[in-house]
């Protein structure tokens, strides 16, 4: 097996092409960071306490990826299923490498275990530095992780997901890197929530008929309707919205962080009409524009026939990552620099 096949072998198995959702709010953290007056001013620590904390994120969020599926599919086994005979009907991607034999469940536990090990160790190295601050927010995380696979039977899914990818991951960061805590890093991280909330109940709104028949519970499902269920998406990026609105004019931001509304709303206008042309079965052709942010594998893609569904999600990913990666630039120019030398 070539070098390019295990890559996108590891990408699809591990659902890398969702990392965005970590990535950006670990960028807008990491910004906020380096213009704090706690952050080191020694130029490789600072390079280096940022690399670790991307890649501890990254870990996180591939071995939570492989594990949700892992979890689903021992479930399935236990049900006395094969496992050429399990099908996730919607989710057609969802653990394929592992229904078809590419990866063994014995080298997915593997891969997990090197993944969460990683970030394990990272851990740690903050730990030494910082106390039991970091310990305390990575054992919320992976308490939250763990409990993730059977959170469907509550409606809590989409909760510790935003949880764990907005105030967890930014605040964690933040501390990781000045050993200190930010109230109002903390308040935007909320807005950050949010935005990867909308990614999530757009996911579950499209899956809307099959988790309602196989008894998966998400806020979709609670919101009782395709039509309700719109309505939350539209209300969760609505409260996103006016979580930046009362930063900015309260002035614990500068007011440029509603850049981050006016230059993602096209986008949310977008998501909001795509997933209405759903809910009634309109019969449209889906065309990935430059504006509408990077659709990768888009061959690919049609070929699968799920186009109707990646459209979506591609939308709504590159939403909360425009979010992010705006207000990381703002909060980046506009707070004043003033480091403490150590």
């Excluded at 072998?9 to 969702?18: C, G």
């Excluded at 530095?129 to 305390?136: A, E, F, H, M």
């Excluded at 990867?196 to 996911?203: A, E, N, P, T, Y």
């Excluded at 499902?221 to 309260?250: C, H, N, P, Q, S």
Aim: net charge positive; hydrophobic share 50%; glycine share 8%.
């Amino acid at each position: 097996m070539s070098f390019s096949e295990v890559k996108n072998n590891f990408i699809e198995l591990t659902r890398a092409y969702s990392l965005p959702t970590s990535a950006a709010p670990w960028f807008t953290a990491a910004s906020m960071a380096a213009v704090s007056a706690h952050f080191y001013s020694d130029i490789k620590i600072k390079l280096f306490g940022i690399l670790l904390t991307f890649i501890g994120v990254i870990c996180v969020h591939l071995g939570a990826n492989l594990f949700d599926d892992f979890i689903d599919i021992k479930k399935e086994l236990k049900k006395g299923k094969k496992l050429h005979e399990i099908d996730f009907e919607n989710a057609k991607n969802k653990g394929r490498l592992i229904l078809n034999g590419t990866f063994t469940l014995k080298q997915v536990k593997f891969i997990i275990g090197i993944l969460f090990g990683i970030a394990l160790l990272i851990g740690i190295y903050f730990t030494c530095l910082y106390g039991r601050i970091i310990p305390i927010i990575a054992g919320i995380c992976g308490i939250l992780c763990l409990l993730y696979p059977y959170s469907a039977k509550y409606y809590a899914g989409e909760i510790i997901i935003g949880t764990i990818f907005g105030p967890l991951l930014m605040c964690g960061t933040f501390t990781a890197l000045t050993g200190r805590y930010s109230f109002g890093l903390m308040i935007l991280s909320i807005a950050v929530a949010l935005i990867i909330i909308v990614l999530l109940s757009s996911h579950s709104l499209m899956d809307f008929d099959f988790d309602k028949r196989t008894g998966k519970n998400t806020l979709c499902i609670l919101a009782g309707t395709k039509k309700r269920a719109l309505v939350l998406i539209g209300a969760e990026i609505l409260g996103a919205y006016l979580i930046v609105i009362y930063l900015a004019f309260t002035k614990q931001f500068s007011y440029w962080i509603l850049s981050s509304i006016i230059f993602t709303l096209p986008l949310a206008v977008k998501l909001i009409s795509s997933l209405n042309d759903y809910n009634n079965v309109k019969d449209i052709k889906f065309i990935p524009k430059w504006y509408l942010g990077p659709m990768e594998n888009w061959t690919a893609i049609k070929q699968q026939g799920i186009e109707y569904f990646m459209y979506r999600f591609y939308i709504a990913r590159n939403l909360g990552f425009a979010f992010c990666i705006i207000l990381a630039i703002v909060c980046f120019l506009t707070v004043k620099i003033n480091y403490i030398y150590v």
